[in-house]
């Protein structure tokens, strides 16, 4: 129970009846052999590849030593290592979520009053330079409160696009027929001074799609404080959520407080951490949605891995369709993080020839980032889109 505890608090998503599972699975084994003992608990509690790494990281330290939680709390380096004997691989630096979850609370340490610690800091780095390129996966708790406050002053800006109202203009523009004879008329004259108009440009309306599903949490809850600050900085921004359904949040990510906001959202939204189910969700946006919220040249942002329960049934026709329907589609893949990606599912394979751009969303830079991507030309993001479907 307690191992599963420090596995959440380190950011895995397990509740009571993995420990039950895992509990059922130990009792089925031999206790007494470790190798049997690390599979039992892997099984029953792992489901997915990128969770692999920090559960042997956090079986290493749990199960070796049971003093080691005395140990840590003398530790004061950002990362810690894990003394492997000679026939087991050597594995990669603690990470620190994991570090914070095997710490007790801070107000449980006594205070060393009469110690005086010294810090060499002489090989330190910059935190904000690192939060940049830090994935969301890899932060801690202090760490993702920093990162949700820089997300919170981060600004979209879409070139503004022309709309079907007109303006009144000085320069020689299109001939605006009523306020010339308006103007003559008042005038009295001989005369008639020909008026102009042009016209208006605004912001196109922005639409978001965001996956909430299990391999999706973790960023769908960071990039919705995103979503919160970029509703409240600018009008005409939708967002919709789905996992196994479809939720419009869009009136709630406009309440300026955005714990009260998430809080609502939450109790709406009844697909957290589920299955995907990407065309169904798709099709009911194009079929509801598309026609209220897609008009005047908007911009859909689609932010998903592609991994779908359903094998992509009816994804590429749903895809094609929501193409169609908008000026531009941007897919936003925390998969990208990786170098060696490749569109092997059959969700990314069904997405990838009707996107228009297709970029990484898993730290603050991809989110920075992104902004040159909206004004970037159609021409350079062709040639992007030609690279990555030359995979398919």
Same mark, same amino acid.
């Given at each position: 129970m307690h191992f599963v505890r420090?596995?959440?608090?380190?950011?895995?998503? @397990?509740?009571?009846?993995?420990?039950?599972?895992?509990v059922e699975a130990v009792r089925a084994i031999d206790i007494t052999d470790r190798r049997d003992f690390y599979w039992a608990l892997r099984s029953s509690l792992i489901s997915r590849y990128d969770q692999i790494e920090l559960f042997d990281q956090?079986?290493?330290?749990?199960?070796?030593?049971?003093?080691?939680?005395?140990?840590?709390? $003398? !530790?004061?380096?950002?990362t810690l290592a894990v003394d492997m004997p000679p026939d087991e691989n050597p594995g990669e630096p603690l990470q620190r979520r994991l570090a914070e979850a095997m710490l007790p609370p801070r107000d449980q340490i006594q205070e060393r009053e009469d110690e005086e610690v010294e810090i060499q800091a002489d090989m330190t780095w910059s935190a904000r330079e690192q939060l940049q390129t830090k994935d969301f996966e890899q932060m801690s708790t202090d760490e993702l409160d920093i990162a949700k406050r820089a997300m919170s002053r981060l600004a979209l800006p879409l070139a503004e696009v022309k709309v079907r109202r007109y303006a009144?203009?000085?320069?020689?523009?299109?001939? $605006?027929?009523?306020?010339?004879? =308006?103007?003559?008329?008042?005038?009295?004259?001989?005369?008639?001074?020909?008026?102009?108009?042009?016209?208006?440009?605004?912001?196109?309306?922005?639409?978001?799609?965001? $996956?909430?599903?299990?391999?999706?949490?973790?960023?769908?809850? !960071?990039?919705?404080?995103?979503?919160?600050? @970029?509703?409240?900085?600018?009008?005409?921004?939708?967002?919709?959520?789905?996992?196994?359904?479809?939720?419009?949040?869009t009136r709630y990510l406009r309440d300026k407080e955005v714990d009260r906001a998430l809080a609502k959202i939450g109790e709406q939204v009844q697909d957290w951490s589920g299955g995907t189910r990407?065309?169904?969700?798709?099709?009911?946006?194009?079929?509801?949605?598309? *026609? *209220?919220?897609?008009?005047?040249?908007?911009?859909?942002?689609?932010?998903? $891995?592609?991994?779908? *329960?359903?094998?992509?049934?009816?994804?590429?026709? =749903?895809?094609?369709?929501? =193409?169609?329907?908008?000026?531009?589609?941007?897919?936003?893949?925390?998969?990208? *993080?990786?170098?060696?990606?490749?569109?092997?599912?059959?969700?990314?394979?069904? !997405?990838?020839?009707?996107?228009?751009?297709?970029?990484?969303v898993h730290n603050l830079e991809s989110l920075g980032e992104l902004a040159g991507a909206l004004s970037a030309t159609d021409v350079s993001l062709q040639k992007g889109m030609r690279e990555w479907r030359s995979l398919l």
């Open positions: 420090t596995l959440r608090a380190a950011g895995l998503p @397990l509740g009571p009846g993995h420990t039950l599972r895992a956090a079986f290493q330290m749990f199960w070796r030593n049971p003093d080691i939680l005395n140990r840590m709390i $003398d !530790m004061m380096l950002p009144p203009t000085n320069r020689i523009a299109r001939a $605006d027929l009523r306020r010339t004879m =308006q103007k003559a008329l008042r005038g009295g004259g001989d005369s008639i001074p020909l008026q102009y108009r042009k016209h208006k440009t605004r912001p196109p309306p922005l639409v978001v799609l965001c $996956d909430i599903s299990g391999s999706m949490e973790r960023y769908a809850r !960071m990039l919705l404080h995103f979503l919160h600050a @970029l509703t409240n900085d600018r009008d005409r921004v939708h967002t919709f959520l789905f996992g196994t359904r479809l939720t419009n949040v990407i065309g169904a969700s798709l099709e009911d946006f194009n079929r509801l949605w598309s *026609r *209220r919220v897609l008009g005047q040249g908007a911009v859909v942002l689609l932010i998903t $891995d592609g991994l779908d *329960r359903e094998a992509a049934e009816g994804v590429e026709e =749903q895809m094609e369709r929501l =193409q169609k329907s908008c000026r531009r589609l941007i897919w936003l893949n925390p998969l990208l *993080r990786y170098d060696q990606f490749q569109p092997k599912s059959s969700g990314a394979r069904a !997405m990838l020839p009707h996107v228009d751009d297709f970029r990484p």
